[in-house]
């Protein structure tokens, strides 16, 4: 007779997916193994790969998990705060996902055709949600498309400029910095 699920399995896979992740981030995905990254989260290899057959496998729950969840939070942002709010969301919803994000950026490319046409499918969702708040602010701006595809990444760009520079407990607060950008893009795009 096969053996159930544990009760506790959820809860052990997130933790290796956030260990794993870090160790991932660190070391760099291509020089990673799974000994590595079963050492990082302090449990076995064998108990790692009971969860995952390959650190590719665990890599694409890592980043499915980690985007599936920013697409949700940011669609849980009120409408009604508009740009300013979608900005906020992202923002807040990055928060503690540093490691997460690095191989998104990083490590996506390393994954099965399918996988990343799944995983990119969740970074267009959240591209079509900052576009369309754009075109709410300013609909006479983005007559071109191709205009607001160069603008709504450019947002995107500034946003990563928290994750990638901005060290926690100096400088601007995150909340701070939402505010910050969606000003700037606000005047910019209806300066367009």
Request: contains cysteine; glycine residues 8%.
């Amino acid at each position: 007779m096969p053996r159930g699920i544990a009760r506790d399995h959820e809860e052990k896979r997130t933790a290796l997916r956030k260990g794993a992740a870090a160790y991932f981030a660190e070391h760099g995905f291509d020089r990673a193994s799974m000994t590595g990254a079963a050492k990082s989260c302090g449990v076995s290899k064998a108990l790692i790969y009971h969860y995952y057959d390959s650190k590719e496998a665990l890599l694409f729950d890592i980043l499915d998990t980690h985007l599936s969840a920013l697409v949700a939070e940011i669609e849980a942002a009120p409408e009604t705060d508009g740009l300013r709010g979608l900005v906020r969301a992202i923002l807040l919803a990055y928060r503690g996902a540093d490691a997460e994000h690095k191989l998104q950026l990083d490590a996506l490319g390393v994954l099965e055709p399918g996988q990343q046409a799944e995983l990119m499918s969740h970074q267009r969702r959240m591209i079509d949600m900052m576009g369309a708040a754009l075109v709410a602010e300013s609909p006479d701006a983005f007559e071109s498309g191709e205009k607001l595809r160069a603008v709504t990444m450019s947002v995107f760009g500034i946003l990563n400029w928290f994750y990638m520079w901005n060290r926690p407990g100096k400088g601007i607060a995150r909340e701070e910095y939402a505010d910050l950008v969606t000003d700037m893009v606000l005047g910019g795009i209806r300066a367009l």
